[in-house]
């Protein structure tokens, strides 16, 4: 199986499962991740053998695994005692519930299908497939949309006292009724500071929702890094929108 099919999430998520079945005293870095020439646990988990560009992803991977407290070092070790390590309780919750942050998990309680739809899209945006960066741009879009959408119900939005049907809607509920409703309802208890940022988070939904349609459906030629941009403001957007002041610090 050739790698790049994988995402840096799938590559955290093959970690946290080979160290989830992994004796207490853990596994060497590098005899998880392997060398060249030197195939590591990684690589027979997933039956593939990485290119040096696959290995330094995968190392990214266990690094940011380790930053974010989903594995840790056992310090059990004498010579290399940071590089032996085992999975936290806390990579044990990510793994079971397959959510590596807080946006997984505000996702997760909304829809388990958004954390797919996340997932997907960056899954695409790795993809080596024709239109697969078409395709990441609509799943991207997809999960604003929907996100919004499972959160803000027609219904909802309609027992909303500030409520008037905007004539450019064949529903007459818009997307900015829907965020408006969201604000309210995650973020009305921050600082004023606080929402001011999810004030503007507010904006950026909606022009990075449009800039990945616009990505999804235009005839040119598609840049990786358009796409992964778009990906990634539109996470940070979602952050700020549904997430309380505790996660965004």
Same mark, same amino acid.
Request: glycine share 4%; with cysteine; proline share 3%.
């Given at each position: 199986?050739?790698?790049?099919?994988?995402?840096?999430?799938?590559?955290?998520?093959?970690?946290?499962?080979?160290?989830?079945?992994?004796?207490?005293?853990?596994?060497?870095?590098?005899?998880?991740?392997?060398?060249?020439?030197?195939?590591?646990?990684?690589?027979?988990?997933?039956?593939?053998?990485?290119?040096?560009?696959?290995?330094?992803?995968?190392?990214?991977?266990?690094?940011?695994?380790?930053? $974010?407290?989903? @594995?840790?070092?056992?310090?059990?070790?004498?010579? =290399?005692?940071? &590089?032996?390590?085992? /999975? +936290?309780? %806390?990579?044990?919750?990510?793994?079971?519930?397959?959510?590596?942050?807080?946006?997984?998990?505000?996702?997760?309680?909304?829809?388990?299908?958004?954390?797919?739809?996340?997932?997907?899209?960056?899954?695409?945006?790795?993809?080596?497939?024709?239109?697969?960066?078409?395709?990441?741009?609509?799943?991207?879009?997809?999960?604003?949309?929907?996100?919004?959408?499972?959160?803000?119900? $027609?219904?909802? @939005?309609?027992?909303?006292?500030?409520?008037?049907? =905007?004539?450019? &809607?064949?529903?007459? /509920? +818009?997307? %900015?009724?829907?965020?408006?409703?969201?604000?309210?309802?995650?973020?009305?208890?921050?600082?004023?500071?606080?929402?001011?940022?999810?004030?503007?988070?507010?904006?950026?939904?909606?022009?990075?929702?449009?800039?990945?349609?616009?990505?999804?459906?235009?005839?040119?030629?598609?840049?990786?890094?358009?796409?992964?941009?778009?990906?990634?403001?539109?996470?940070?957007?979602?952050?700020?929108?549904?997430?309380?002041?505790?996660?965004?610090?």
């Amino acid at each position: 199986m050739n790698i790049s099919a994988h995402t840096i999430r799938s590559l955290k998520f093959a970690i946290l499962g080979i160290l989830s079945s992994s004796s207490p005293s853990g596994i060497n870095k590098i005899n998880l991740v392997g060398r060249n020439n030197q195939p590591g646990h990684l690589e027979h988990h997933l039956d593939c053998a990485f290119e040096s560009t696959e290995r330094v992803l995968a190392i990214r991977a266990f690094d940011e695994l380790k930053a $974010d407290g989903l @594995i840790y070092p056992t310090m059990i070790d004498l010579i =290399d005692p940071e &590089s032996w390590v085992t /999975i +936290t309780d %806390r990579g044990k919750v990510a793994l079971d519930c397959h959510a590596l942050d807080s946006l997984d998990e505000k996702l997760q309680q909304i829809s388990p299908h958004l954390v797919d739809i996340r997932a997907g899209a960056w899954s695409a945006v790795a993809s080596q497939e024709p239109d697969a960066l078409r395709q990441a741009a609509h799943s991207g879009r997809e999960l604003i949309d929907q996100t919004i959408k499972e959160v803000a119900t $027609d219904a909802k @939005i309609k027992e909303q006292p500030w409520y008037q049907a =905007d004539a450019s &809607s064949r529903s007459g /509920i +818009t997307r %900015r009724h829907r965020i408006k409703y969201i604000m309210q309802t995650f973020r009305k208890d921050d600082s004023q500071s606080n929402l001011k940022i999810a004030d503007k988070a507010r904006d950026l939904v909606l022009a990075i929702d449009d800039r990945l349609m616009g990505l999804a459906h235009t005839r040119d030629e598609i840049l990786r890094t358009d796409v992964q941009d778009a990906l990634l403001v539109a996470e940070i957007a979602l952050r700020r929108l549904l997430l309380g002041k505790e996660n965004n610090s």
